[in-house]
Structures are given as structure tokens and as C-alpha cells.
């Protein structure tokens, strides 16, 4: 079993910048697919970024694309999310997640039935105003 915890979220003016990280804990080794996601008021889950931890390659949104940065820890157990140019529509609660997956699966079709999942945990609340 996998635990994750995400912190770092806050408040920002348009334009700032946050950090978010989500540390793993328990039986983390065999997950090699990782991912931000995010769920805005009245929206569905959206994934934002995802990063294979086998071969370093990621795939981010094209919402966010050239703005957040996903990256990963040495130790493989801490997922962080660089947020800059932060717009009001980025305003979401933001969730990590990380799965075993086949290697070869596109990250982006990964991301994408991942974010149906029914089951979310708690994640740090990101406010960006105008």
C-alpha cells in the first residue's frame, strides 16, 4: 500500500509562482508512472503533468504546458510540481497520484484514464486571483 501526501498550495497573485510536492510512503518501488492532477470548482479531475520514473520522460498539459514543471526526487519518493506564470484558471484543488504501469503506455493516455478514478484523497488547494 501506497501513501502519498501533498502539501505546498496557497495563494497567489496572477503571474506568481508555487511549488507543490507529494511524498510517498510504503510500497512506492514499483510505481513508475507519476502525476499532478486537478480538479477546479464544478469541473472534473484534469490531469495536469506526469513523469515516467524509469526513464525520466514527461508530458504535461497543454493548459499548462511552458508554465509547470514535474520532476522527482533522487530517492524517487518525492513528486513536485514548479507552477509559474500562475493564472486565475489554474485555481484548483491539485492531487498526485503514481500507478505501475506497463512501460510503453503513452504518459498522456496514462494521465488521461487515470483522471476518472473515483477515489482522490485530500491535496493542497491552489488559489490564483486576478
Known amino acids: 500500500q501506497v501513501q502519498m501526501v501533498a502539501s505546498g498550495g496557497g495563494s497567489v497573485q496572477a503571474g506568481g509562482s508555487l511549488r507543490l510536492s507529494c511524498v510517498a510512503s510504503?510500497?512506492?518501488?514499483?510505481?513508475?508512472?507519476w502525476a499532478w492532477f486537478r480538479q477546479a470548482p464544478g469541473k472534473e479531475h484534469e490531469g495536469v503533468a506526469a513523469?515516467?520514473?524509469?526513464?525520466?520522460?514527461?508530458h504535461s498539459a497543454d493548459a499548462v504546458a511552458g508554465r509547470f514543471t514535474i520532476s522527482q526526487n533522487n530517492a524517487k519518493n518525492t513528486l513536485y510540481l514548479q507552477m509559474n506564470s500562475l493564472k486565475p484558471e489554474d485555481s484548483a484543488v491539485y492531487y498526485c497520484?503514481?500507478?505501475?504501469?506497463?512501460?510503453?503506455?503513452?504518459?498522456?493516455?496514462?494521465?488521461?484514464?487515470?483522471?476518472?478514478?473515483?477515489?482522490w484523497g485530500q491535496g493542497p488547494q491552489v488559489t490564483v486571483s486576478s
Open positions: 513523469i515516467n520514473s524509469v526513464t525520466g520522460s514527461t
Open positions: 510504503g510500497s512506492f518501488a514499483s510505481k513508475n508512472y
Open positions: 497520484a503514481a500507478d505501475e504501469v506497463v512501460e510503453g503506455v503513452l504518459l498522456e493516455h496514462w494521465m488521461e484514464g487515470r483522471s476518472v478514478e473515483s477515489s
